[in-house]
């Protein structure tokens, strides 16, 4: 009995050994992960962002490195109003000197409005979330607006009513149109804007086909914020389209990034009469919206240069917590809210197997469903966007991949034809 005794106390004894080993090297695993998945330091954002800059690598395309490292100079926190202030301090700058040589030397007063512009925008990135973050935004849509000046077709501000607010949108159309033409409805991400989308889009226009750019539902200058049913507003936009006698109503396609591909992917399911077809840069579907991945592949997500989860929350109403997000996410699944599925417009579906910011599931997830053939552009090497440095930069899918796609999708049936 008494070895029995012992024996059974020996074996209870081993049990809690094993079980304190376990939940000491869990609590490592999870001390480990959470050390992995933390932010950067200021210094570590300081030296990715002179490495993305030197390599042209989002979000700092089109920055000169030079003026990246000015900035960070005066920057020694990860305060965001002294981020702001750094960038602003070096924008500031080329945004007097254009504005000195407008009348004398319009070549390079564009030019100086350009630069001034992706620093102000940097000097908000990933969202205006302090006051100094709100000015270095808005300087940069004065600083947009003063190099816009300069386009021939011209830019148009559009403000479309919408309910007891306006949407704001930038339409440019080409230029010696003989009759209605097609039109791109673009639609930003979550740190972009549509700034960034009417200059990218510029690229179409030779094509005969316009663009519509427009801030996605939580971000830039939106009326409203993320929910369950804030495609709302991009059909209010539709609407707005349709009143223009200048725009084919019949050859409209959008196309989104990112969050903005979310709202495509939706479009082309809700609005698919409307549609020609929806062009859609990595759009989450699923998983994304699941607490694992938010847990997992969100926080402290270093593809994303800093501050991913935080920009997240803030493009909903109320969201101030990882938790509060955790349960909201779940809610714009479109699983969840049974979209998948039902017929939906062609679609140009872009994405990278290596991209840590939206699963590649939820991709796979998307071509399987539907009513219409769909054309996929899958990067094996790819990260978010189906980006590759060096290999597959932003511009050259933008160029070689979407606006192709876009031109080919909304000619018209005569020109079809014709082929």
């Given at each position: ?122 000097g908000r990135w990933p969202i205006p979330a302090s006051p100094g ?46 009759g209605p033409v097609p039109l791109v409805l673009a639609v930003n ?156 417009a062609p679609m140009l579906i872009l994405a990278g197997v290596l ?65």
């Amino acid at each position: 009995m008494s070895t029995s005794l012992s024996g059974r106390h020996r074996s209870s004894s081993f049990v809690w050994s094993l079980a304190i080993s376990l939940a000491l090297i869990f609590s490592l695993s999870i001390a480990c992960l959470a050390q992995q998945r933390a932010e950067r330091t200021i210094d570590e954002i300081k030296t990715e962002a002179v490495h993305r800059a030197e390599v042209g690598q989002y979000p700092l395309i089109g920055l000169d490195p030079t003026d990246v490292k000015e900035a960070f100079k005066s920057i020694h926190t990860r305060d965001k109003d002294a981020w702001a202030a750094g960038f602003m301090g070096v924008a500031d700058g080329y945004m007097n000197e254009a504005k000195s040589l407008e009348k004398t030397d319009t070549a390079k007063a564009n030019a100086d409005y350009i630069r001034a512009w992706r620093i102000y925008s940097f000097g908000r990135w990933p969202i205006p979330a302090s006051p100094g973050k709100q000015r270095s935004y808005e300087k940069a849509i004065e600083a947009f607006l003063a190099h816009a000046r300069f386009w021939d077709p011209p830019l148009e501000i559009v403000k479309i009513p919408f309910e007891e607010k306006e949407i704001i949108g930038y339409l440019r159309l080409p230029k010696n149109a003989t009759g209605p033409v097609p039109l791109v409805l673009a639609v930003n991400g979550l740190d972009s804007r549509k700034e960034d989308l009417a200059e990218s889009f510029s690229a179409i226009l030779p094509f005969g086909v316009g663009y519509l750019a427009v801030d996605g539902p939580g971000t830039g200058q939106n009326p409203i914020k993320v929910s369950e049913n804030a495609e709302r507003m991009l059909s209010r936009v539709l609407d707005y389209i349709a009143t223009r006698p200048e725009i084919d109503k019949n050859r409209v396609a959008i196309h989104g990034v990112s969050w903005g591909a979310y709202w495509a992917t939706k479009m082309a399911i809700v609005e698919r009469a409307r549609l020609r077809g929806a062009s859609a840069q990595s759009p989450p579907t699923d998983k994304f919206f699941q607490k694992e991945f938010l847990m997992n592949s969100l926080i402290g997500n270093r593809e994303y240069l800093f501050d991913q989860v935080p920009a997240l929350m803030a493009i909903f109403d109320n969201v101030k917590t990882v938790d509060e997000m955790a349960e909201i996410l779940p809610k714009m699944s479109l699983v969840k809210q049974g979209l998948l599925g039902k017929p939906m417009a062609p679609m140009l579906i872009l994405a990278g197997v290596l991209d840590t910011q939206v699963p590649i599931d939820d991709i796979y997830l998307l071509l399987d469903k539907g009513d219409v053939p769909k054309t996929a552009w899958i990067n094996p090497q790819g990260g978010h966007l189906g980006r590759q440095v060096g290999v597959w930069p932003d511009p050259r899918i933008f160029k070689e991949v979407i606006i192709p796609w876009l031109v080919r999708t909304l000619e018209s049936e005569s020109a079809k034809e014709s082929h």
